[in-house]
């Protein structure tokens, strides 16, 4: 395992799917998917599998520096990919990933794109799944049907090949639109051999449900290292509204947002020398301790931006043959094994301040096909040279007219 050396306080989102809250305004409409097939149990279940990849992930994209993603974002937009995996790569894809079986993945995606897309007043929230086809290639219908029902992903036909700039602008300004700007240029060119590109993108903004007040805002040392102090600018606030949870090695505080549905968990490690990343396992063991309290709180303010080309994360993780051509089996997009993921890429936005939080995050997959090899059929009379590489001094030189004969 890779060591925790990012800010020294771990953050979490933690979207709680329970609860409810008063909406003076209508919400904004979006188009329900099919949930009825959808259990609390199979809910619970999906659930598991993405916060047990967010803490797998989490060695694999520690660079030392400040981490944040989206396992949400991650995970329903492999998941889509998935839909279409059979064989060894299928195999591979829900292990890392811990897929449950399609009759509980399928309606328990439904039914979280539901739960965070119902809207409220009280903070915004939202998700969207797309795809975009290359417009002359053949895909199955049903595997486009399967997204659209259970994903809401929309499929879009666009020229790769021919039109590529305008395919790539088309893809970032959907990114765009739905994080409300805050994920810009998450794609840089695309190659021609693409056939598929599969996008999810969530948005967020809250207010803490106990704002910081700016006046109580001072510069205060944070300690990258136990000797290494910076200066940030730190905010305080004695809090009625958090909850608070330890252990020998750990301090856990939860922070509402407004309606008291979101919450961000902050994991501290107790002794600054400790850098290893928490477990799953450690991280419900201190939430199911929360209990509220009043506390002295002590958060920086921060801002930062994240991306991630995870192709070798998710290599490393254990799904090698989903990037590997020939070898991928995505016949559930096209009947063929024609496709393979030539590129998985996460990039994502927060920023937290005395009113709350922004956060933004998008995920692309990008499918392609192997493009032709460049040709080089030597079948007519020809001209060799052998040269010596240093000085290019040529050695020999000849040419080929008859290769059967011996003269």
Not at 58 to 76: A, E, L, Q
């Amino acid at each position: 395992m890779k060591k925790f050396l990012a800010i020294a306080i771990l953050v979490l989102f933690v979207i709680t799917l329970f609860g409810c809250t008063d909406s003076p305004t209508p919400p904004a409409v979006f188009n329900s998917l099919d949930d009825s097939e959808a259990t609390t149990t199979g809910v619970n279940e999906t659930v598991l599998a993405n916060n047990q990849f967010a803490f797998d992930l989490f060695s694999f994209v520690d660079n030392g520096k400040n981490v944040f993603y989206s396992p949400y974002s991650i995970s329903t937009a492999l998941a889509m990919t998935y839909e279409g995996a059979k064989g060894q790569t299928a195999t591979e894809m829900q292990n890392v990933f811990h897929f449950p079986e399609s009759n509980i993945l399928r309606p328990s995606n439904a039914k979280l794109y539901n739960l965070l897309n119902e809207g409220t007043n009280n903070y915004e929230l939202k998700t969207a799944n797309a795809l975009w086809a290359q417009k002359d290639y053949v895909f199955l219908q049903d595997y486009f049907d399967i997204i659209k029902k259970y994903y809401g992903g929309e499929v879009t036909n666009l020229d790769f090949v021919n039109e590529n700039a305008q395919a790539v602008e088309t893809i970032n300004s959907w990114v765009e639109e739905q994080t409300n700007d805050k994920i810009k240029d998450i794609l840089s060119d695309l190659s021609p051999e693409t056939r598929l590109v599969l996008a999810n993108a969530i948005y967020f903004k809250g207010q803490w449900l106990d704002k910081f007040d700016v006046a109580n805002t001072k510069p205060m040392n944070f300690r990258k290292t136990p000797t290494e102090p910076i200066t940030v600018q730190m905010m305080n606030q004695h809090s009625k509204e958090a909850s608070y949870s330890k252990n020998e090695d750990w301090q856990m505080l939860k922070m509402p947002y407004k309606g008291d549905v979101l919450s961000m968990i902050v994991m501290l490690p107790k002794d600054e020398t400790n850098v290893s990343s928490p477990t799953l396992q450690e991280y419900n063991e201190l939430k199911s301790k929360l209990h509220k309290r009043e506390i002295e709180i002590y958060f920086p303010k921060f801002k930062f931006e994240t991306k991630y080309l995870m192709n070798d994360a998710l290599f490393e993780m254990g799904m090698p043959t989903a990037f590997t051509w020939p070898g991928a089996n995505f016949s559930g997009m096209t009947g063929n094994q024609d496709l393979f993921i030539s590129q998985v890429i996460h990039q994502t936005f927060i920023e937290v301040d005395e009113e709350g939080t922004e956060a933004a995050a998008a995920t692309v997959v990008v499918m392609a096909t192997m493009g032709m090899p460049l040709e080089f059929k030597a079948d007519h009379p020809f001209y060799f040279f052998i040269q010596e590489k240093t000085t290019g001094e040529i050695l020999f030189m000849g040419k080929v007219n008859d290769p059967t004969s011996g003269n």
